[in-house]
């Protein structure tokens, strides 16, 4: 519903039903009309009501009435509605019947004018007349539409079954569940060791290896390797530890000798070589300590004299050189001990050491001593001679190393340091030179640094000279750097400053001359450009800031003065020039607006006061006269309009005053009175 019309004014339209036992409408509030919805479609649902009561007719007719309300009078009621004031709607209840419907059908017609006999639907079976449909009975399913009788229900063959009343189709027998007879109702569910596919008529019996201990199962379960089970519907048992299963077995498998069932589930594992395994044993053994095993399969062999074998041994071996055994069922040959010998026989007892020779641990042999050293019986070392010392032949006593020699425990002389070293106080090592010394000669011993240079230590040959940009700390500390902004020559102590007006970058080189337009102070390591706004007339002196009115950029050397017509606002920028309306006389800060009642032509002049019979307004290049009708202000700042009625008169007379003669113009505003003219007011102006 909307209206066709815009409104004056709001419009309420109220809708009523003539009976609403039969039909309803979903608002009880008027709908709205505004001057900004007029145009909007508003839409209103009438609902039947659903009273479950037979009315013996087919249909009953429910009026909508209409009505508005509003202080449009184009919209008072009565107004008219399209297509009508009324709307009619027919309820038609479904809950009458007035056909007698033939067997195999019933009454099925709703909420039209035609009720009609519909086929009963498929699953059910149908007496005719108004008797609703019926259900087919379980075991039993209703495969087409139309039937008339309970014997048009089919009966559900084996492997089927129908569990609820009205089934349309008889249901395969489900898996796990077996229908063995017709008219199933109720599937029957497989026990345990049996299993079903889908529409099975009967349980089958899990096959050789397979098992299932549930009911209602639609496959068995594979009897897991390390598991064996003779009966399908018992739970598989585990292998004993000594046997073994592949899986899907009904019995275990022993374990064979020289081999391994570590797992229940896997086949067996050979024994590794060096170890065995008995048959029933299901376990390998590494072989002992002192026996051989070449077979996985046997017992252990006991290793003869002058043998050994450690554990997991496949066979013994002979006892290498320096070693021996002289015992059977030894694991590891024995070394031979210190001061003795064992090359004769690995199997007998070792033999002891004669004066002049030695041997360790180990050794098959004794060994003679070296010159400069000596034993006796049993020995397991030679004497040597000690550190610092020397021995030139066997037999004689060491004697002491020389300065800046050194020899090692043993030697037959003694060793000179290399250049820039010094023998350790032992004279069993060389050392670094001592700070603050050089060692050109080791055998002269350290000789101490001059003033003016230094050494650290170490491998020093000669002293260093302290460098340029450095000064000296002591002959013993390393120089330092000179700070920033001061210089040294080679061999200095001590650190020049830097002078004002030079810059010192690094104190190892020159000091550099500040350009014109920068300065420096003292002790500097740079020249610093002169600031805007402020002049470096010398380098060697801080900058003077430019007083008012002038200006100076970066690097300047003296002070602008701001031209006339130009301004200086900031003393580190260019002059500006004065925008047109105003100026500026020279050394200025700001410029001037040209007040009203002057010209400022140019930027660099004065002011100058507007001629008689002209004005101008505020920041003003030129004066203007008054247009027609207006005379201007005597400040000469504005026009003023004449009086209504009045008009603009122009007297230029001349007349002789008491110093000369001089020209006058009137601007006189005249008010008009029939046909004389009466002078109002004027105002005298003398150019």
Request: charged share 15%; proline share 9%; with cysteine.
């Amino acid at each position: 519903m909307r209206l066709s019309t815009e409104p004056a004014a709001t419009v309420l339209v109220a809708i009523t039903s003539d009976n609403a036992g039969l039909a309803t409408i979903d608002t009880t509030v008027p709908l709205n009309f505004s001057r900004s919805n007029y145009n909007v479609e508003q839409t209103v649902w009438l609902t039947a009501v659903e009273n479950a009561v037979d009315s013996d007719q087919v249909s009953s007719d429910v009026i909508l009435s209409h009505n508005t309300t509003s202080d449009d009078p184009w919209y008072k009621w009565p107004v008219t509605f399209l297509p009508s004031t009324t709307v009619r709607f027919r309820i038609y209840d479904d809950e009458s019947c007035t056909v007698n419907c033939s067997a195999g059908e019933y009454f099925g017609g709703r909420c039209n004018d035609t009720h009609v006999c519909l086929p009963c639907p498929a699953g059910q079976w149908c007496l005719g007349a108004c008797a609703p449909p019926i259900a087919c009975p379980t075991g039993r399913a209703g495969l087409l539409a139309g039937a008339s009788s309970v014997a048009d229900c089919t009966n559900c063959s084996t492997g089927s079954f129908a569990s609820t009343e009205g089934s349309t189709t008889c249901s395969p027998c489900p898996a796990g569940y077996e229908c063995d007879a017709p008219n199933t109702v109720d599937p029957v569910l497989c026990g345990a060791g049996t299993y079903s596919r889908l529409g099975a008529t009967t349980c089958t019996t899990c096959p050789r290896g397979f098992f299932t201990t549930l009911t209602g199962q639609t496959s068995c379960e594979a009897i897991p390797a390390g598991f064996a089970a003779s009966d399908p519907a018992m739970e598989p048992e585990p292998c004993s530890p000594a046997s073994y299963s592949l899986g899907q077995q009904t019995n275990c498998t022993s374990c064979p000798a020289g081999f391994a069932c570590t797992s229940r589930s896997s086949v067996p594992l050979a024994c590794d070589r060096g170890s065995y395994g008995l048959d029933n044993w299901g376990f390998c053994l590494n072989c002992p300590k002192g026996m051989q095993c070449p077979s996985t399969s046997a017992p252990p062999e006991t290793c003869a004299p002058g043998t050994a074998a450690l554990a997991g041994a496949t066979a013994c071996e002979a006892c290498e050189t320096g070693r021996y055994a002289d015992e059977a069922g030894l694991d590891f040959c024995l070394l031979c001990p210190r001061g003795y010998s064992c090359a004769a026989n690995v199997s007998a007892a070792p033999v002891i050491c004669q004066n002049g020779t030695f041997s360790g641990l180990g050794d098959a042999t004794c060994m003679p001593c070296a010159a400069g050293s000596t034993s006796g019986l049993g020995a397991t070392e030679c004497t040597l001679s000690p550190p610092g010392y020397y021995v030139a032949e066997a037999g004689l006593p060491p004697k002491r190393c020389g300065t800046g020699t050194i020899a090692a425990a043993g030697s037959t002389d003694c060793t000179q340091c290399p250049a820039g070293t010094q023998s350790a106080a032992e004279s069993t090592r060389c050392v670094g030179c001592t700070r603050g010394f050089s060692c050109g000669d080791p055998t002269l011993g350290p000789q101490p640094c001059p003033d003016g240079s230094y050494s650290l230590g170490g491998n020093v040959t000669n002293c260093t000279v302290v460098p340029r940009g450095y000064f000296g700390m002591g002959v013993s500390v390393a120089p330092k750097l000179c700070p920033r902004g001061s210089t040294s020559a080679a061999g200095a102590t001590t650190c020049d400053p830097c002078a004002a007006g030079y810059r010192c970058p690094s104190p190892e080189l020159d000091a550099i001359a500040c350009g014109s337009g920068s300065y420096s102070l003292n002790s500097s390591t740079r020249c610093t450009a002169c600031p805007p706004g402020s002049a470096c007339p010398t380098t060697d002196a801080e900058p003077i800031a430019c007083p008012p009115g002038s200006y100076a950029l970066s690097r300047s050397t003296d002070c602008s003065a701001c031209p006339p017509g130009y301004a200086c606002a900031s003393k580190t920028e260019e002059a500006q020039p004065c925008p047109m309306g105003s100026y500026a006389l020279g050394n200025a800060t700001a410029c001037t607006w040209c007040e009203a009642g002057y010209s400022c032509r140019t930027r660099n002049a004065a002011p100058e006061r507007c001629p008689s019979a002209t004005y101008s307004v505020a920041a003003s290049t030129e004066c203007k006269t008054c247009p027609l009708g207006f005379m201007v202000l005597q400040n000469r700042t504005a026009c003023e309009i004449c009086p209504v009625g009045a008009f603009l008169r122009v007297f230029l007379p001349s007349f002789e005053t008491t110093t000369s003669a001089v020209g006058v113009v009137f601007f006189v505003c005249l008010l008009r009175e029939g046909r004389k003219n009466k002078i109002s007011e004027f105002f005298l102006l003398f150019s």
